[in-house]
């Protein structure tokens, strides 16, 4: 509810708040409209939530801080539904292998892409600006608007003994005509969500600590068109014939993004004052510095020209007064090196946003909120020590350059042979496993697999299935066994994973469907559990709003996927004519998923029995939540013990 009249302050900023300010009520009110406040603002929507979103700059800023989005944040955008991938495939590019130079002379190849572990191979090199876009297209498709020109100015917890706590926030125009005062608001929220950066206002105004340090060096970052013989990749990362290090990042046509190390920060250096003073000439000697004699190097137009000092910093408590939320830079920053940075961004909003959408749909206690403190802290701390690895690590090549310089000379034609391994797994994000909490739950009596991929907390690990799509004609109308055909198509297990705050079951059924004498029996009684409990639990848990912008607002959806060798008759049982989400077959045929999520595919008894395989709950954020051996009555009632554990 709003007041028709107003209030305003003056441009020198002190605030006028009277029984006149406008007061606006909103479920959620988002501060910050970068890509971490726009992707909590679309996922929120789609899960029915009004939101509010403010932005204190005019516009998008045109310059971009990211440029790469790993492939654990593709895999989460891939989820939101379907389709929603193709708007960001459509306005990136796969990234390329980074390249390795000793001053020019090219060294070896380390690969950022991975194979066999998600579907999509390699990151997506896609600016910051070109993404928050994309994200604030669909949002205003929904029917919501970034309010640019608005900072907050104020914001607390306003607690009573008789009535739930609410979020009480000013807000200001920012932008008005010279002379003129501006305009406040007064904004009541059951939630407020911090995306405002790693200055944020928000942290500031509800004292929570930024604990961390600052690094005793100068970063120079450049955008804009060069001209240079370095042989051309989309990462280059050059070990300075002066010590220190060089890293060119490929943009579009020959525009490149420079980030150089630019020496130790003295006591008495005033940063804005090396800011006024950095010129294009620093940055072309710093260049050719690092670079063999010879080599072409000249600036052709400036885009960005800057100088910084990264820190290192996590918020001390993501989540204040069970009302306020931290995410992104408001809640951790570090070094650029890696590219942990807009990508932890966008995985804390995935973690939050199902956890907020389930307890504003009632469908979860609030005590479910203080989980994305708990999952999402240690992930910056993972984050920060990846980036300062990675950033101290390039300083040292540097130090040891003038000892090494000679052995890489001679090295040089083995290591360009050299591929290493090791680095993209953790860079893409896909080894992230959250610790066992209140909706990470062990199984109470059954043992615990070995492998750590394997527990829950884990990311649920992808691989290829085959989709059995019965056909609906005869395989040849003289065929006098009237054979059906059946058809598959390839899918991989993240695909269909698909929708906004939704538990997905995994049935692992492993050979049990299998046996051509039992097949029947099997099936019927595996597809009469699955209807029976999906029943159950569509009941007593559902959204009331519509979900997902669609029809289709079911909490829950179920998976039969089968391993051994199975027949065209087999094929086109009843939990082949299934609808997507009711217990739809796909066919494990190599049983590869089944070994990725540590439920044999054999039973050690005979074929076919149903004390095999087994059920794995996998998150609303791809997360393995709960599993369970088996695929019995009891079982079953186990995955319910699990959603009456988390849910309200």
Not at 247 to 273: K, S
Not at 489 to 511: S, W
């Amino acid at each position: 509810m709003s007041n028709s009249n107003s209030s305003t302050s003056s441009t020198s900023g002190s605030l006028v708040i009277d029984a006149s300010t406008p007061i606006q009520e909103i479920p959620v009110l988002i501060v910050g409209a970068g890509p971490v406040g726009l992707f909590e603002a679309v996922l929120l929507t789609k899960m029915g939530i009004r939101v509010r979103i403010i932005e204190r700059e005019p516009q998008i800023a045109p310059v971009s801080r990211a440029l790469g989005t790993h492939v654990r944040s593709l895999e989460i955008l891939a989820m939101v539904e379907e389709g929603f991938i193709d708007k960001f495939l459509s306005e990136g590019r796969p990234l390329d292998d980074a390249h390795l130079f000793y001053g020019s002379h090219p060294m070896c190849t380390m690969p950022v892409s991975i194979r066999n572990t998600s579907r999509f191979e390699m990151p997506l090199f896609m600016a910051q600006e070109r993404l928050s876009k994309v994200l604030e297209k669909d949002l205003a498709e929904m029917g919501v608007h970034v309010e640019y020109g608005w900072e907050l100015a104020d914001t607390e917890v306003v607690e009573s003994e008789d009535k739930e706590s609410y979020v009480k926030t000013v807000i200001r125009r920012m932008i008005v005509p010279k002379d003129q005062e501006r305009e406040i608001k007064v904004v009541q929220s059951e939630y407020l969500i911090a995306a405002d950066g790693g200055r944020s206002t928000v942290r500031h105004k509800i004292n929570v600590q930024f604990q961390g340090r600052t690094l005793p060096f100068k970063t120079m970052i450049f955008d804009g068109a060069i001209d240079t013989d370095l042989e051309n990749h989309d990462i280059r990362v050059i070990v300075g014939m002066n010590r220190k290090t060089l890293v060119l990042f490929h943009m579009h046509d020959n525009v490149h993004r420079i980030v150089l190390e630019y020496g130790e920060f003295a006591l008495d250096d005033d940063l804005d004052q090396v800011n006024r003073e950095l010129t294009i000439d620093d940055l072309e000697r710093n260049v050719r510095d690092c670079l063999h004699p010879g080599t072409k190097f000249k600036v052709l137009s400036k885009e960005w020209l800057s100088c910084f000092r990264i820190n290192e910093r996590r918020a001390e408590s993501y989540l204040h007064k069970g009302r306020i939320f931290l995410a992104g830079d408001a809640a951790h920053v570090h070094s650029p090196a890696g590219g942990q940075g807009m990508n932890t961004g966008l995985q804390d909003a995935h973690n939050l946003a199902w956890k907020l959408g389930l307890v504003m749909n009632k469908l979860a206690p609030a005590t479910l909120l203080q989980s994305y403190h708990e999952e999402r802290q240690p992930m910056a701390d993972r984050a920060i020590a990846l980036s300062s690895a990675l950033s101290l690590r390039a300083r040292d090549w540097g130090l040891v350059n003038f000892y090494m310089k000679r052995l890489f000379l001679i090295l040089s034609p083995l290591l360009s042979k050299i591929n290493f391994t090791v680095f993209p797994a953790a860079a893409n994000m896909l080894e992230i496993r959250y610790p066992v909490n209140g909706i990470n739950l062990p199984h109470k009596t059954q043992k615990q697999p070995k492998e750590e991929s394997h527990q829950v907390g884990t990311r649920a690990p992808d691989g290829l299935l085959l989709r059995i799509l019965p056909a609906l004609k005869d395989l040849s109308p003289v065929d006098k066994n009237n054979m059906i055909s059946v058809e598959e198509q390839e899918v991989y297990v993240q695909q269909v994973l698909v929708g906004v705050g939704r538990f997905h079951i995994l049935v692992l059924a492993g050979n049990a469907l299998a046996d051509p004498a039992s097949f029947q029996e099997r099936e019927e009684g595996l597809a009469k559990n699955i209807k029976e409990y999906l029943s159950q639990w569509r009941t007593r848990w559902h959204y009331t709003t519509v979900h997902c912008n669609k029809p289709d607002n079911q909490l829950f959806k179920a998976h039969v996927i089968a391993a051994g060798s199975l027949s065209d008759t087999q094929k086109n049982g009843q939990l082949a004519q299934r609808i997507h989400g009711d217990g739809q077959l796909f066919w494990d045929s190599s049983a590869e998923v089944h070994g990725k999520y540590g439920v044999p595919a054999k039973a050690k008894g005979r074929t076919g029995s149903m004390d095999q395989g087994g059920i794995v709950v996998v998150r609303p954020d791809s997360h393995i939540g709960f599993r369970v051996q088996g695929l019995d009555k009891s079982a079953w009632e186990d995955v319910t013990g699990y959603f009456e554990t988390i849910l309200a």
